[in-house]
């Protein structure tokens, strides 16, 4: 029992450490870019950024994925200070010709800690700006509805994931950035998601990515479209 004890301390310890020492994950994805390489003539690569809705939509439905140039980059617990982080590396370098990022639940949750909005918006502020700067077209995501989290009960979501919706979407219209809006189509009576689309009320099941998938593809090409 006590070799077990200590065990399992040393676990902790070494992960906690590991962490510390790559805080944004960088090198969760880096064996994967390093072997991509540039993209075709024509090719319109997308890469979607994002925490664990993003990280759990390949494994949901692979089939999404499957023969176009889809990337995914989403890291399941992260914050938008970390993304901001790991931006050059796991989007700017595979130039894509448009990013989706869907950011921000996990800042409400609290995942690193207490943050205001302003600067939850300030970090995604900064991806869309270094996208557009690299000459890659924005499409901004609503955060999906979340009426409670199950890993941090005391914490009421609701009227924290509204406002930063309400700036992702005035500031995308300002900036001429496609505005994703999952929240409008998703959103439960509650202010949450149904359990067929979120059996944990955050995380997707495959009709809720199903559900998804289509506006998603439609602000892909609009962003394509725009002038940005």
């Given amino acids: 029992m006590k070799n077990s004890i200590i065990l399992l301390f040393l676990f902790v310890t070494v992960a906690a450490e590991a962490q510390n020492r790559d805080w944004p994950n960088i090198k969760r ?17 997308v890469v979607y950024m994002g925490d664990s809705i993003t990280d759990f939509w390949i494994n949901n439905d692979s ?6 140039p889809y990337y995914d980059r989403g890291i399941s617990g992260q914050t938008t200070g970390q993304m901001l982080l790991r931006f050059r590396e796991d989007v700017i370098n595979l130039k894509p010709a448009v990013v989706v990022i869907l950011a921000g639940i996990n800042d409400i949750a609290e995942n690193n800690g207490p943050s205001k909005l302003e600067d939850v918006m300030g970090n995604i502020i900064s991806m869309a700006e270094l996208a557009k700067i690299n000459h890659i077209k924005v499409v901004l995501s609503s955060v999906l509805p979340a009426a409670a989290f199950p890993w941090r009960p005391t914490i009421d979501p609701k009227p924290k994931v509204k406002a930063l919706n ?63």
């Fill in 29 to 45: 994805f880096e064996q994967a870019n390093s072997i991509i390489p540039s993209p075709a003539k024509g090719e319109k690569r």
């Fill in 63 to 68: 089939t999404f994925f499957a023969g176009k």
């Fill in 166 to 228: 309400d700036m992702i979407k005035e500031y995308a219209q300002k900036n001429n950035f496609v505005y994703l809006d999952y929240f409008t189509t998703m959103v439960d009576e509650n202010q949450g998601l149904p359990k067929n689309l979120a059996k944990d009320g955050v995380h997707p099941t495959l009709e809720g990515y199903k559900v998804m998938e289509p506006l998603a593809e439609k602000a892909i090409a609009e962003a394509l479209k725009a002038k940005q």
